[in-house]
C-alpha cells in the first residue's frame, strides 16, 4: 500500500514469495554472479554496489506489488516523471496496529545513484538462502523476461524465493535507487524505488 495518495498513480500485484532464511539481498541490477556485500553498514553497502543484505526479516510468505507513483523529486504539475516501487511485505503485516493507523514510517536504508545513461530501472529481492537455486536463476536470466527495447510497459518476474521487476527509460542522465524498510517492522516490509 502506497501511503501518499496524492503521488500514487497505478499499482500491480507481481506475487507471493517465501522467505526460508532471515536474510534478504536487495539489488538493483542482476548482475551475476550475485555477490554479498560485505561492508560495515547497509548504507555502505547500497552506495558501493547497489545491493545490501537485510537481516532479521520475518521468514514466511510475502506478497510483492509495483507501484507507479509520480516522482517525488519535483512538485511540478505539468512533470511527467514517474518512479517505481518493488514493494514486498510480510503477508501478515496488515494485522499490525502500527502498519494500520500509519504510525510506522519508512526508513531509508541507503541510496544508490548510477550516473551514466541507463536502459532500465530494474529492482529485486532475494532470499540468501536460495540464491544458487535453479528458480532463482530463473530471475537471473534477464534476457529472458524483460520488455523489448522500445516497450514501456513494466515486467517482473517472482520464484519461489524471489522476485524482480525491470521498465525500460526513455533517454536519460542515470538513475537514483533508494532502499527502505518500515522503521518499526524492517522485518515484515522491504521497498526499493
Known sequence: MFRQADKHIDWMRIGAFVFDSQAALLTENL????????????????????????????????????????????????????????????????????????SWNYELLGTHEVKKRADGATAAIFDIRHLKDCTTQMVLDFDSWKGKPNDWQPKSVVAPHAVAVNTNLQPNDGNKFNFSGLKYARTCMLRLY
Open 31 to 102: 548482475i551475476t554472479p550475485l555477490r554479498i556485500p560485505r561492508e560495515e553498514t547497509t548504507e555502505e553497502m547500497v552506495e558501493l554496489n547497489g545491493r545490501c543484505v537485510v537481516s532479521p526479516i520475518r521468514s514466511g510468505i510475502w506478497l510483492a506489488d509495483l507501484q507507479l507513483v509520480r516522482c517525488p523529486v519535483c512538485d511540478l504539475n505539468t512533470c511527467d516523471g514517474t518512479m517505481q516501487t518493488l514493494d514486498a511485505r510480510h503477508i501478515e503485516l496488515f494485522l499490525s496496529e502500527g502498519y494500520q493507523d500509519g
